[in-house]
């Protein structure tokens, strides 16, 4: 065993991990990582196929964002933003602002206003980000509003972080159960997925669930009455919490075209801000291929594919290229105004972490946001999502998948024991991690949700890499789930050349 697995196992206690099965076999140490690929300890090359977690875009050891850091650490690594300014962190917030607030959707013509996220507050990770914004909201609703005791709206199934008041907005019980007795209550509404909607009326086909649905928008009905409910009760909501297109922890469940512009102008409608959790959607994750029409200014945040201007912006993951922790939570004048007082009256915001505003991250993030908007950052995306697009229909003929799913550059594969009644597999069968594990045999690191796999490569990823990917997961389901016999696995490869 490498030394360092030894010490890994003497000592670290992992995230997510049940650690009696971790301290079982040799963990993987990771020790380099150049573009799409990661270098183990013994020397052996792996394709990172969920972009480590979900938060790098351009692939490791770019040469525009490694140059970025190099620059900065030259003059100062860290220096505190209470009391202090930095360079990096003023100019990445004047460009955060200017990309989240496009042209088009500030329209004079607009039937109602959209708001202009103009403020900035930095913090360390998504569940921060999130904490902000639920803090700000808050406030605001008892300053400007006369809530008592704001309430908060989020859907079923929804992941927002591991602070606690994330963890209030959460609704996966095995994640979020055991907390229950330290957190304030929040409301859980139904959330789109398609693939085992009850509403659904649709047989099942072998096609994604979005595109042959039969239904009439009950999951937006069902936004509509708890909004109708709390402002008949006179306890209206502070605001309404959501991940726009698709919901990542739940399972990678993708909204059809459509709801996120309903579910928002519901909400609106009832006097609630609306917090879109960018986290991981963000920065052309979800967006790859997608432009405004007549608009030189490329889809950055998954809201505005569905022209939504939300009140609170949460960044997050890929905000640094998947470099270093930072995160930033954009609101509007309101929203800080109201925050605006004398000394005596204690209005002050009373939070903040002790690396907010970081130059490093800062700096690193500025230069990857000038790689999301170059011209050829943007071929490069819509062309790994056209190819991701053409490999995908293979894993049809596998009668162990249930679904597959796609947006932008996120892919998922839902695992079912039975295609044609959607029936899943039991928990302890662990099918997902299985077929995790016969990917990693064959070169290809990714992470399950459940029984559902990921694939979400860096956007430098060649199109010979992303093929392997998708040939690994094809052949980890054969091996892993019997039974598969549709098609020879030969040509079912064949077909995603």
Known sequence: MHPLAQLDLKHVWHPFTQMRDWLSEEPLVIVSGRGATLRDAHGRTYLDANASIWTNLHGHRHPALDRALRRQLARIAHCSALGLANEPASLLAAEL????????LRSPAAPV?????????????????????????????????????????????????DTLGAVALGHIDRFHAAFGGMLYRTDAVMAPYCYRCP???????????????????????????????????NRPYAAFAFEPLLQGAAGMIPQPDGWLA????????????LIADEVFTAFGRTTAATRPPRSPQPHLFACH?????????????GLSGGYLPLAATLTTGPVFEAFLGEYSEF????????????????????????????PDGLRQRANLETALTRLLPPLWHLPSVGDVRQVGLVAAV???????????FHPHERVGLRVCQAMRQRGVLTRPIGDVVVVMPPYCTTPTQLRRMIHALIEAIDEVVPGNDEAPISSRTRTAQ
């Not at 602002?97 to 088009?104: C, E, G, H, L, M």
């Not at 803090?135 to 972080?161: I, M, N, V």
């Not at 594919?305 to 993951?317: G, H, I, N, T, W």
């Not at 972490?353 to 000038?370: C, D, I, K, Q, Y």
Request: glycine share 6%; net charge positive.
């Open 305 to 317: 594919r569905e022209s939504v201007q939300p009140d609170f912006l949460c960044l997050a993951k």
């Open 97 to 104: 602002v200017r990309v989240a607030n496009p042209a088009r």
């Open 199 to 233: 509403y659904n009326r649709a047989r099942p086909e072998r096609a994604d669930a979005r595109t042959y649905r039969v239904c009439q928008w009950e999951c937006v009905s069902r936004i509509e009455q708890a909004c109708h409910r709390a402002t008949r009760q």
């Open 113 to 161: 206003p959209n708001p202009i996220l103009e403020r900035v507050f930095y913090s360390d990770d998504g569940s921060t980000a999130l904490e902000v914004a639920l803090k700000q909201a808050w406030e605001f609703a008892r300053r400007t509003r006369g809530h008592r005791r704001p309430r908060f709206l989020s859907l079923q199934g929804a992941y927002h972080g």
């Open 262 to 273: 309903r579910a928002a102008q519901v909400v609106r409608g009832h006097g609630a801000l």
């Open 347 to 374: 209005k002050t915001f009373f939070h903040g972490h002790s690396f907010t505003g970081n130059p490093l991250g800062a700096a690193v993030a500025l230069e990857s946001l000038h790689l999301l908007q170059h």
């Open 414 to 424: 839902e695992l079912v024991r039975d295609w044609p009644t959607r029936t899943p």
